[in-house]
């Protein structure tokens, strides 16, 4: 079983009994653990608990990936994510008292400004953990679409500017685009219709749907 979560590790399961074969950072900003343990528990890093002054932490509050839908590619033998590069800044203050029915949250968070928030999808070797390939997009690091894979080698995703693109799925080559200037809140989806293979997507209040060309 393959599972990038959202704590910026990409795990690797057997599917039988569950045991951990395989335990990978897959961001570049990551300091909230060191690496992941044998007994698949996390090796914590030190000075990462919210301050008054504020803790820089890393991935951010969105996470390194959060629920929208990776892929993967038997053929390349590659396992197709969208990332958040980006940290959160969290600070510790005085609540008070509990209160029944009041708000209590003892402190805040906000996006860091370094490093810059970027998106960026990524292409990992399921045997090795070894990031193959990336593809960074333009925008502010806030959309939510995640990746299709298909039998004829391409990525498709939403890319964090509100286009829809179709990569490589072998080098990243960018290969096509549609721009919808909408912010991704689906991942796109593939079917057949009179024997052609169609990929949809809801963007904004729309389904949009293209035919994949022989």
């Known amino acids: 079983m393959l599972h990038a979560n959202r704590n910026g590790f990409f795990y690797v399961f057997d599917r039988r009994d569950g045991t951990l074969l395989m335990a990978k950072p897959f961001v570049k900003n990551l300091t909230w653990a060191h690496q992941i343990g044998y007994d698949g528990r996390p090796v914590k890093l030190p000075n990462q608990e919210p301050t008054a002054k504020g803790t820089k932490v890393c991935p951010s509050q969105d996470g390194a990936t959060n629920w929208f839908s990776p892929s993967f590619n038997p053929a390349t033998g590659l396992y197709y994510i969208q990332t958040f590069e980006k940290c959160s800044i969290y600070t510790k203050s005085d609540s008070g008292e509990w209160e029944s029915g009041?708000?209590?949250?003892?402190?805040?968070?906000?996006t860091a400004d370094d490093p810059k928030p970027e998106r960026i999808l990524k292409a990992i070797d399921i045997q090795t953990g070894a990031i193959a390939w990336t593809l960074a997009q333009p925008g502010p690091a806030q959309s939510w679409g995640g990746t299709l894979s298909t039998a004829t080698g391409l990525v498709i995703f939403g890319s964090d500017d509100g286009?829809?693109?179709?990569?490589?799925?072998?080098?990243?080559?960018?290969?096509?685009?549609?721009?919808?200037?909408?912010?991704?809140?689906?991942?796109?989806?593939?079917?057949?219709?009179?024997?052609?293979?169609?990929?949809?997507?809801?963007?904004?209040?729309?389904?949009?749907?293209?035919?994949?060309?022989?």
């Open 102 to 110: 009041k708000s209590y949250l003892g402190g805040s968070q906000r």
């Open 163 to 214: 286009a829809l693109m179709a990569a490589d799925a072998t080098t990243g080559k960018p290969l096509w685009t549609f721009q919808t200037n909408q912010t991704w809140k689906a991942s796109p989806m593939t079917y057949t219709f009179d024997g052609r293979q169609m990929i949809a997507i809801a963007a904004g209040s729309n389904i949009i749907a293209f035919a994949i060309h022989d």
